[in-house]
């Protein structure tokens, strides 16, 4: 599948319009959610290593804020376009009101690679980026977060960044401006690995619900960086087993089962799965293929299509990156009666974390990781539940009720605020 034909927006502006009708939404506010409320592009340029100097292209991308301030990631990779940004804030959008997280949506993104640059570069690069945002970002107005690409690390020099320029007459109070941070720079615990543990929240709602026992079962990923590592490690610990497992770099088998924390820690120091001393190398479409319970794909959009839907032999999807399944590839599976738990319900668990550092930022708080762990786990169950229960009522699929949940939580914000003048 190729990501270059895949028309991420459109997509996503699809499932709104479909989503609309189960609810009825006013078809003012269908139009007024279906194109973003602020598009902003920056190039900016950047000293190398070497002395030459390169100009990047920036985005941000503010879909909604008519639940709370702009929310959504930072995404650095070379096939960063505006139309992938602004399907992926609008998501944001959906997320955030899904989980009734006082945010509404947005997310942005460098067209680079960032494994191509040394750390002085990407900090050089991160720092001009913020910059360049300016104004446009802020604590009450719309706050960044990690995304594919970007790291704790990029979000402390974002913060320091904005707290010496824009937000300079206030610092302290400036810290909320960005989440994902280390906890020594104001971050919170637990949200490093918030969007894996949201991820295998659902996958034990959803066996709970169809008594399927998780012991020996097993398990695939793509993807292994942040979400799919987490997810795969706090998984395991119910006695499932990762028998496959592929990224960017190639694709590896093990049917005994990986060593999850082995694998995590190989990935951390090489970047990548390749090289990985166990398990055998094999391609995409056997990865695809290959039998098992659950998939978790957990890298980049559009990575289902109809080839991959017709060779999955999986009986659930948990999407731990956002639009990895095409809506050809998903009518396939849904024809198939493959469960597919849908991005906007399965890696809300990040979101949901930020939302609690923000919180923690804005009253000067540290919690403990119990604290933050609890509190998620009743989002998560909470959010689960009700996008199951919609499906069920209504007899939509989970995408569908998931948007639906949201949806209605934004009418219900348009119909007491109305629209001035
Ligand atoms: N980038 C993550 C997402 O897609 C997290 C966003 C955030 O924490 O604001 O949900």
């Not at 895949?6 to 009825?24: D, G, H, M, P, T």
């Not at 293929?289 to 299509?305: N, V, Y």
């Not at 708080?365 to 199951?388: C, F, G, Q, T």
């Amino acid at each position: 599948m190729s990501n270059e034909k895949y028309e991420f927006f459109k997509v996503i502006q699809e499932y709104l319009n479909r989503a609309s009708k189960v609810v009825q939404l006013d078809p003012a506010v269908e139009l007024m959610l279906s194109q973003p409320k602020n598009e902003l592009i920056v190039h900016f340029p950047v000293r190398m290593d070497s002395g030459e100097v390169k100009l990047f292209k920036g985005y941000r991308i503010q879909h909604s804020n008519i639940l709370g301030p702009f929310k959504g990631g930072i995404r650095y990779h070379e096939s960063v376009t505006l139309d992938d940004v602004k399907a992926l804030a609008s998501m944001m959008t959906w997320k955030s009101a899904l989980m009734r997280l006082p945010y509404g949506g947005a997310k942005g993104g460098i067209k680079f690679n960032p494994r191509n640059h040394s750390n002085g570069e990407l900090q050089r690069i991160t720092r001009r980026f913020t910059h360049a945002l300016g104004s446009n970002i802020g604590p009450d107005y719309d706050i960044p977060a990690p995304d594919v690409g970007t790291t704790g690390q990029m979000m402390a020099w974002m913060m320091d960044m904005y707290m010496n320029t824009v937000g300079h007459t206030n610092k302290q109070a400036n810290r909320g401006v960005v989440t994902g941070k280390p906890v020594a720079s104001g971050g919170t615990l637990g949200r490093e690995k918030a969007t894996g543990q949201g991820v295998v929240h659902c996958i034990l709602e959803w066996a709970r619900e169809h008594r399927f026992n998780l012991e020996g079962s097993t398990y695939i990923v793509q993807g292994y960086g942040n979400v799919g590592s987490h997810a795969s490690t706090i998984l395991g610990r119910y006695g499932a087993s990762l028998t496959a497992v592929g990224d960017h770099s190639g694709y590896l088998r093990s049917p005994e089962g990986f060593n999850r924390h082995k694998l995590a820690e190989w990935v951390k120091t090489h970047g990548s799965v390749a090289g990985y001393p166990a398990g055998q190398a094999i391609t995409r479409e056997e990865f695809f293929a290959t039998k098992c319970d659950i998939f978790i794909p957990a890298a980049l959009e559009g990575q289902i299509g109809v080839a991959e839907a017709n060779a999955l032999d999986c009986r659930m999807i948990v999407e731990g990156a956002n639009g990895p399944t095409t809506p050809e590839g998903e009518r396939i599976l849904l024809d198939r009666g493959v469960v597919i738990i849908p991005d906007v319900l399965a890696n809300s668990g990040g979101v949901t974390v930020s939302y609690y550092e923000w919180v923690q930022n804005k009253r000067s708080e540290s919690w403990d990781l119990e604290e933050v762990d609890n509190k998620l786990e009743i989002a998560m169950k909470r959010a689960y539940k009700e996008v199951s229960d919609f499906s069920r009522a209504r007899d939509v699929d989970l995408r569908m009720a998931a948007y639906s949940v949201g949806l209605e939580r934004l009418q219900s914000a348009y119909r007491e605020r109305d629209i001035f003048p």
